[in-house]
T-cell receptor, first 115, second 114 residues
Framework: NAGVTQTPKFQVLKTGQSMTLQCAQD?????MSWYRQDPGMGLRLIHY???????DQGEVPNGYNVSRSTTEDFPLRLLSAAPSQTSVYFC??????????????FGEGSWLTVV | AQSVTQPDIHITVSEGASLELRCNYS??????LFWYVQSPGQGLQLLLK??????LVQGIKGFEAEFKRSQSSFNLRKPSVHWSDAAEYFC????????????FGTGTRLTVIP
């Protein structure tokens, strides 16, 4: 995976704790997004951004906050973790939202367990 | 409504046999289609993508896929499966322009037996 870095790779949280999953890309990509992957459900979009200062909700946004203060970074915040947020989280990015055929790059994933 | 259906949850094939993984999509605009592969505990690796041109697209690792607009399908094929192909395969659809939000299928797990 070229240039999309997610941290941490593994995390265990207690219910009610907060944490931030970090995502950074060094490719000057306009578009960034967060997905969660659950068994038998594929990947579902949580939040996305089409540029610095612009964010929007995806299919499953509840319980998550995002911000995009720079082009490079798109952190995902869990304000009060719940067991239902146990999942694998993937960050993705692509260069342009106006040109067709963009390659969409995914990070390596962050495995989160909420106990 | 946008959706992707992968009707086969799990497929088992013998090494050296041919493979076809099915993908059907529902999308309101001209689709941008993908196949990704995921090995256990790993991230997503792009196998191939289609957004225009020749409807038969070649990807990495000897995979190919054919876009059939009339059938709303984008099936993945490989003529001879290797043991290292055992993984989970995801089909996805998204817009050609605008926010690159993808809709994923639920995946097909491939087991390869010697």
């Amino acid at each position: 995976n070229a240039g999309v870095t997610q941290t941490p790779k593994f995390q265990v949280l207690k219910t009610g704790q907060s944490m931030t999953l970090q995502c950074a890309q060094d490719m000057n990509h306009e578009y960034m997004s967060w997905y969660r992957q659950d068994p038998g459900m594929g990947l579902r979009l949580i939040h996305y951004s089409v540029g610095a200062g612009i964010t929007d909700q995806g299919e499953v946004p509840n319980g998550y906050n995002v911000s995009r203060s720079t082009t490079e970074d798109f952190p995902l915040r869990l304000l009060s973790a719940a067991p239902s947020q146990t999942s694998v989280y993937f960050c993705a990015s692509s260069y342009s939202t106006s040109a067709p055929g963009n390659t969409i790059y995914f990070g390596e994933g962050s495995w989160l367990t909420v106990v | 409504a946008q959706s992707v259906t992968q009707p086969d949850i799990h497929i088992t094939v013998s090494e050296g046999a041919s493979l076809e993984l099915r993908c059907n999509y529902s999308y309101g605009a001209t689709p941008y289609l993908f196949w990704y592969v995921q090995s256990p505990g790993q991230g997503l690796q792009l196998l191939l993508k289609y957004f225009s041109g020749d409807t038969l697209v070649q990807g990495i690792k000897g995979f190919e896929a054919e876009f059939k607009r009339s059938q709303s399908s984008f099936n993945l094929r490989k003529p001879s499966v290797h043991w290292s192909d055992a993984a989970e395969y995801f089909c996805a659809v998204g817009p050609q322009t605008g926010a690159n939000n993808l809709f994923f299928g639920t995946g097909t797990r491939l087991t390869v037996i010697p």
